[in-house]
């Protein structure tokens, strides 16, 4: 082991699932002393069948113990309340589509958690994200890398990560791929080896959206509207409503003439636009309608990995998870945002999501989508 890579006290986020539980071990194997920490984010519904935060410290302390290394319980769920879902409630109430799961890396897993392990004598924290962490030699900055499995790479969710966090952080499954991960998980015997991954937001869990978030934000019924300005139905409160969204809308046998293109009478419906001040909700046929294309976008609450901002020019985009890199223009800049410029259209771009920018395989940092130009309401 060479000098960089003497043995540290590493502390790791173990969720329950094989990715953290892959990452402990490989720590371990390198020779860190490595501790397990679970983190407790959301109670409001420990007795329910929604939440499985029971199940997964189960999960997590069995590999603690096949591994063979300490696990302890750390209850975050106040700040977790304080800093991550009352902002959840505020987009959403704003008619925004906001993405928790970002706030929470940048709040919780590597601030209240790497504040903890470092009161407990941590040289570095651990997650099983799939993403790199690399220092340039030239400049000495930490950047941040997708992981090198295309269709598991992580660093959308990672983007709001400061110089200090990613000091401090090791991604060690950000080097393998998913199917490697699964096959050292089942080859060391960990019990979690054919765990099904978590997907959704993780106080949501697997229960239906829209039931969730009924409980917090009033229903404010108001009419659906076509492209034509007809109305067509009626939603049932604007927060309810994403741009883009297909299912759910209570129009889908409902026929509209002379459809844009890419519709017909009976092409599918899409949330276009939300309208907060007429309560309206625009709705289109067709995936390529105009009003789901934008060529740029404004984003604000930008954050950059190396502090400074980049440079405008050519860079690549996402303006949501899981799509392909973007070729885009980094245009202006201002003290808190950006605008974005794309020479093929972007699909339903969401404002409260987060547009991320890339050069190459390194992440840059990103803003939060505050709009995007498309066609105007008749």
């Given at each position: 082991?060479?000098?960089?890579n003497?043995?540290?006290?590493v ?111 941590a ?122 969204q ?12 002379g ?8 092409a ?41 901002a980049?440079q ?67």
């Amino acid at each position: 082991m060479s000098a960089r890579n003497q043995p540290q006290r590493v502390v790791v986020g173990l969720s329950g699932g094989v990715d953290s539980a892959v990452t402990a071990w490989l720590l371990k194997q390198q020779g860190h002393e490595v501790l397990g920490i679970f983190m407790k984010n959301w109670e409001d519904d420990d007795d329910t069948g929604y939440c499985s935060s029971n199940e997964d410290f189960v999960d997590a302390a069995a590999v603690a113990d096949v591994i063979g290394i300490e696990i302890e319980h750390v209850n975050f769920a106040a700040d977790y309340r304080d800093r991550v879902f009352a902002d959840f409630l505020r987009e959403y109430s704003a008619g925004r589509t906001p993405n928790p799961d970002i706030l929470c890396n940048a709040e919780i897993k590597f601030k209240a958690f790497l504040d903890h392990a470092l009161r407990l004598g941590a040289d570095k924290i651990a997650t099983g994200h799939y993403a790199r962490v690399r220092q340039n030699p030239a400049t000495g900055l930490h950047e941040l890398l997708k992981g090198l499995d295309p269709a598991k790479d992580q660093s959308y969710f990672l983007h709001r990560l400061t110089q200090a966090q990613l000091a401090n952080t090791l991604f060690p499954v950000g080097e393998l791929l998913k199917t490697e991960v699964r096959r050292i998980a089942l080859e060391i015997g960990l019990p979690n080896a054919k765990k099904k991954d978590s997907t959704g937001i993780c106080f949501i869990g697997e229960r239906p959206f829209r039931e969730f978030l009924n409980r917090y934000i009033a229903r404010e019924p108001g009419p659906i509207k076509n492209d034509k300005g007809q109305t067509i139905g009626q939603h049932v409160g604007l927060s309810f409503y994403t741009l883009g969204q297909r299912q759910g809308l209570g129009i889908g046998g409902l026929k509209a003439k002379g459809a844009q293109r890419g519709g017909g009478d009976h092409a599918p419906w899409f949330v276009a636009r939300k309208d907060l001040a007429r309560n309206t909700l625009w709705v289109v046929q067709g995936h390529d309608h105009p009003w789901l294309l934008s060529h740029t976008l404004q984003a604000g609450q930008a954050s950059w990995v190396a502090t400074d901002a980049p440079q405008p020019g050519d860079l690549a985009a996402k303006t949501r998870y899981r799509q392909a890199d973007a070729p885009c223009a980094l245009q202006s800049l201002t003290a808190g945002g950006f605008a974005l410029s794309f020479p093929q259209a972007q699909w339903a771009v969401t404002p409260g999501q987060s547009a991320v920018l890339y050069d190459g395989e390194v992440c840059l940092g990103g803003g939060i989508i505050t709009s995007a130009e498309t066609p105007e309401i008749i």
